[in-house]
């Protein structure tokens, strides 16, 4: 009878073992799994959304702009963007003069042709939206080359202006006087 109850503690003691080992792979591999977890979630998360267009002379008196370089239009493609979003924009320049990119303000015109809709015009190629901008007028993207520019549209930017429509386009002279190079753009609430 003595030699049993020493057997039944080493079941037991064996058990106790077998036991702090389970327990000791499952905290190993909860801390494991948890740990990853959070170094992904330093990650940073919002990465840009990238947007390429390509711009330049449609024919000898129209400009536009178009999301391949044998497609450009005036008025360019319409840009759907978010609130708090971010936007990397690249812009190539396949034309022979020199343009820039910029968003600024718009508005309706107020004439109708041949029942149409009327167009959205800008406002002024001057007050740039949303630090949106790819060269200037002083210093544009020139023939061949490209440019590219990041920003964010904040509801704060957006509540500023609450009426106000947005127009991507082209601030170098000959674009905004004569040749109105722009593209239609909706910014959307997150």
């Not at 708090?84 to 309706?108: F, L, M």
């Not at 029942?115 to 061949?144: D, H, K, R």
Request: hydrophobic share 35%; proline share 8%; aromatic share 12%.
């Amino acid at each position: 009878m003595t030699q049993e109850k020493p057997s039944n503690k080493l079941k037991k003691l064996r058990l106790y073992v077998i036991a702090i080992v389970l327990i000791g792979i499952i905290l190993f591999a909860a801390i494991f799994f948890f740990g990853s977890q959070k170094k992904s979630s330093i990650e940073p998360t919002n990465t840009p959304t990238r947007i390429t267009l390509y711009e330049g002379e449609i024919n000898a008196t129209a400009y536009g702009f178009g999301t391949s370089p044998h497609e450009l239009t005036c008025p360019g493609p319409r840009l759907n963007l978010t609130q708090d979003e971010s936007y990397t924009v690249t812009v190539y320049n396949v034309g022979t003069k020199p343009h820039n990119w910029v968003i600024v303000g718009a508005q309706w015109t107020p004439t109708v042709t041949n029942g149409a809709l009327p167009p959205l015009m800008p406002i002024s190629t001057e007050f740039v939206q949303f630090n949106a901008q790819i060269g200037s007028e002083t210093a544009p993207i020139q023939p061949g080359s490209s440019g590219t520019v990041t920003f964010t549209i904040t509801s704060d930017d957006v509540n500023q202006y609450p009426s106000l429509t947005y127009v991507y386009c082209s601030q170098y002279p000959q674009d905004a006087n004569g040749y109105n190079m722009w593209g239609p753009m909706e910014v959307y609430s997150a």
